[in-house]
C-alpha cells in the first residue's frame, strides 16, 4: 500500500535525502523543499527507518499552498480550520494508517529481540539492526495499548507548530499551536493532551509552505543508537560517503583522522565488503572508536591505528578512498594550525590514494578556501615545470594496470621514507564537485577529488 511519507533534513542534504528515497525505497511524487522531503513509497516502516540523511520521519497529513492570518482571532481560527486541517477524512484514513504502522514497528522489534536472543544463546556478535531507530518496546506496547483501548478514532494529541516568515510577525508558536489544536478537537474530535498525548501533530507554516504531520518513531532518525561516542553528525557522515564519485564496494577505504569514527562507521555499513583503516593520534578518540564499532559489531571490519595524517604509514596508491572530516575550530583544535598543515596533509593523502581512487573532504569555508588555492597554486607550478602537461593528464577509467589494481590488504611502512622522498603531485587530483552542509553553528562543504593519472605517475 502506497504510503505519504515526508522526513526532515539538514540544510544541503535535500537533494541527497530525495536521491536515498528514490534510489532505496523506490520512491515516487518525491518533492523537496528548504528542510524536507516529501514522497509515496510502499516499502516497509522497517526499511523506511533505514534511511541515513533524514533527520525525522512523518506521515503527511496535509500540505496546502501557504496560508496567510488576518488578526481577528476568530477569523483566523476559521482559515487554519479551513486550510491547516483540511478534510477531516484524509486525517481519519492517516490516522489508521498511522496505527497500522505503529503495529508493523512493534512488529519488526519483537522480530528483532527474537533474533538477538537467537544471536545471543549461539554466542554470536551480529548487531541486532532493527533496535537502531526503533522506540523502547515498554514505550510501544504501553502506546499500543492505548490505542487499542479507546483511541483507535478519538486519539489524544498535542500540536507542535514551527513558523516563519510573515506569519511569525503577527503569531507566535505557541499561540498557533493552540489555534491549531482547538480547530483539530473541533473538526475531528480527538482529544487535546499536552502531556502524554498517543499523536504529536506537526505543522509547519512558512511564506511557501503549509504541512502537516504525524512523526513516526520517537527518536530522531539521524540520532544513530550504535554510536555511543557522537563525533560528526551522522548525516554528514553519511553525505561524505555518498557523494563519493563511484560505489565503494571492494575497495580499501582510510579516514586518517577518525575520530571516534562516525565516518567509517558510515560508510562500513553502507559497504559491507569493502575494507576500512582509520588513524588518529588521539588515543582517547581511538578507544572512543574502538567502542562505537563494538557497539555496531562493525568491529571486525575497521581497522584503528595510532599514527599521524601527516605521515601515513602505507605504500604509494594502496587506498582506494580517503574520506577525512579535517578538523576546524575549537573543537577539535589540533597542536598544528590546520590551514599551515594543509598542503602537505593533501600530499599525503594524494599519496597513497590509487590512480582513479577518490578523495572525499569535509572543510571550513576557511580551509575549502585554502584547498582550492593550494591545489591551483600546485597545478600552476607543476604546469610551469612540464615541458609538456597538455598530455600529462589522462582519463581515470583508463589507468588499470597492476599497481594500480585495488588491493584487498593492507601492509603498514615502519619507515615512512616513501613520504618524504614524494613529490608534490596536487595536480593529480581532479575535482568534482563541492557540496555546501550545514554543521548546525556553522556551514561546512564537502570536496570531491578522482586522483587522475599524470606524467609523473607514469615515471
Ligand atoms: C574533526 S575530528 C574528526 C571527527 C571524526 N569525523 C569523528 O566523527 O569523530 C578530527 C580528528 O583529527 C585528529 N587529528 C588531529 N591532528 C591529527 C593528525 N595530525 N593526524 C591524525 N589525526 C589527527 C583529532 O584527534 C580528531 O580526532
Known amino acids: 500500500m502506497t504510503r505519504h511519507f515526508y522526513c526532515t533534513a539538514g540544510a544541503g542534504m535535500e537533494e541527497l535525502l530525495a536521491k536515498e528515497v528514490q534510489h532505496k525505497l523506490c520512491a515516487t511524487q518525491v518533492e523537496q523543499i528548504p528542510g524536507r522531503v516529501f514522497f509515496c513509497c510502499n516499502a516497509d516502516l522497517y526499511t523506511v527507518t533505514q534511511l541515513k540523511s533524514a533527520e525525522r520521519l512523518f506521515l503527511l497529513l496535509h500540505k496546502a499552498e501557504p496560508i496567510s492570518l488576518p488578526k481577528n482571532p476568530a477569523k483566523a481560527a476559521a482559515v487554519i480550520k479551513q486550510r491547516v486541517v483540511g478534510d477531516p477524512d484524509i486525517w481519519k484514513q492517516t490516522l489508521l494508517t498511522w496505527t497500522?504502522?505503529?503495529?508493523?514497528?512493534?512488529?519488526?522489534?519483537?522480530?528483532?529481540?527474537?533474533?538477538?536472543?537467537?544471536?545471543?544463546?549461539?554466542?554470536?556478535?551480529?548487531?541486532?539492526?532493527?533496535?537502531?531507530?526503533?522506540?523502547?518496546?515498554?514505550?510501544?506496547?504501553?502506546?499500543?495499548?492505548?490505542?487499542?483501548?479507546?483511541?483507535?478514532?478519538?486519539?489524544?494529541?498535542?500540536?507542535?507548530?514551527?513558523?516563519?516568515?510573515?506569519?511569525?510577525?503577527?503569531?507566535?508558536?505557541?499561540?498557533?499551536?493552540?489555534?491549531?489544536?482547538?480547530?483539530?478537537?473541533?473538526?475531528?474530535?480527538?482529544?487535546?493532551?499536552?502531556?502524554?498525548?498517543?499523536?504529536?501533530?506537526?505543522?509547519?507554516?512558512?511564506?511557501?509552505?503549509?504541512?502537516?504531520?504525524?512523526?513516526?518513531?520517537?527518536?530522531?532518525?539521524?540520532?544513530?543508537?550504535?554510536?555511543?561516542?557522537?563525533?560528526l553528525r551522522s548525516t554528514i557522515a553519511w553525505a561524505m560517503t555518498s557523494l563519493c564519485p563511484k560505489q565503494l564496494n571492494d575497495c580499501v577505504i582510510l579516514d586518517p583522522m577518525c575520530g571516534v569514527g562516525a565516518v567509517l562507521l558510515e560508510a562500513a555499513q553502507e559497504y559491507s565488503n569493502a575494507v576500512f583503516l582509520g588513524m588518529d593520534t588521539d588515543t582517547s578518540q581511538l578507544q572512543k572508536a574502538t567502542e562505537n564499532l563494538k557497539a555496531s559489531g562493525m568491529e571486525g571490519r575497521v581497522q584503528l591505528l595510532r599514527s599521524s595524517a601527516m605521515e601515513i604509514p602505507l605504500a604509494n596508491g594502496v587506498v582506494d578512498a580517503v574520506l577525512c572530516d579535517v578538523p576546524?575550530?575549537?573543537?577539535?583544535?589540533?597542536?598544528?594550525?590546520?590551514?599551515?598543515?594543509?598542503?602537505?596533509?593533501?600530499?599525503?593523502?594524494?599519496?597513497?590514494?590509487?590512480?582513479?581512487?577518490?578523495?572525499?573532504?569535509?572543510?571550513?569555508?576557511?580551509?575549502?578556501?585554502?584547498?582550492?588555492?593550494?591545489?591551483?597554486?600546485?597545478?600552476?607550478?607543476?604546469?610551469?615545470?612540464?615541458?609538456?602537461?597538455?598530455?600529462a593528464h589522462t582519463d581515470p577509467s583508463s589507468t588499470h594496470n597492476d599497481s594500480t589494481a585495488t588491493p584487498k590488504t593492507l601492509t603498514f611502512n615502519k619507515s615512512n621514507s616513501e613520504t618524504s622522498k614524494t613529490p608534490l603531485l596536487l595536480s593529480s587530483l581532479q575535482a568534482q564537485r563541492t557540496h555546501k552542509v550545514s554543521l548546525g553553528s556553522t556551514d561546512a562543504f564537502i570536496h570531491t577529488y578522482t586522483k587522475i593519472q599524470t606524467q609523473a605517475h607514469s615515471h
Open 100 to 231: 497500522a504502522l505503529q503495529e508493523e514497528l512493534q512488529c519488526s522489534q519483537q522480530r528483532g529481540h527474537k533474533r538477538r536472543r537467537e544471536d545471543e544463546e549461539e554466542s554470536l556478535t551480529v548487531a541486532d539492526e532493527s533496535t537502531h531507530t526503533l522506540t523502547s518496546s515498554t514505550h510501544l506496547i504501553k502506546r499500543q495499548n492505548e490505542m487499542d483501548k479507546s483511541c483507535q478514532h478519538t486519539p489524544s494529541f498535542r500540536v507542535c507548530c514551527r513558523c516563519s516568515g510573515v506569519i511569525a510577525r503577527s503569531y507566535t508558536s505557541q499561540r498557533l499551536s493552540r489555534i491549531i489544536g482547538m480547530a483539530i478537537k473541533e473538526h475531528l474530535g480527538w482529544k487535546v493532551d499536552l502531556r502524554e498525548p498517543v499523536l504529536e501533530v506537526n505543522v509547519y507554516l512558512s511564506d511557501d509552505h503549509c504541512v502537516a504531520g504525524i512523526p513516526l518513531l520517537k527518536h530522531p532518525l539521524a540520532s544513530r543508537s550504535y554510536m555511543k561516542h557522537n563525533g
Open 328 to 391: 576546524f575550530g575549537r573543537k577539535f583544535s589540533c597542536s598544528s594550525d590546520m590551514s599551515t598543515a594543509l598542503p602537505h596533509l593533501l600530499r599525503e593523502m594524494e599519496r597513497v590514494i590509487r590512480v582513479g581512487g577518490h578523495l572525499v573532504l569535509l572543510l571550513s569555508l576557511q580551509l575549502s578556501a585554502q584547498l582550492k588555492k593550494t591545489i591551483c597554486t600546485h597545478k600552476h607550478d607543476q604546469h610551469l615545470n612540464s615541458s609538456d602537461t597538455n598530455n
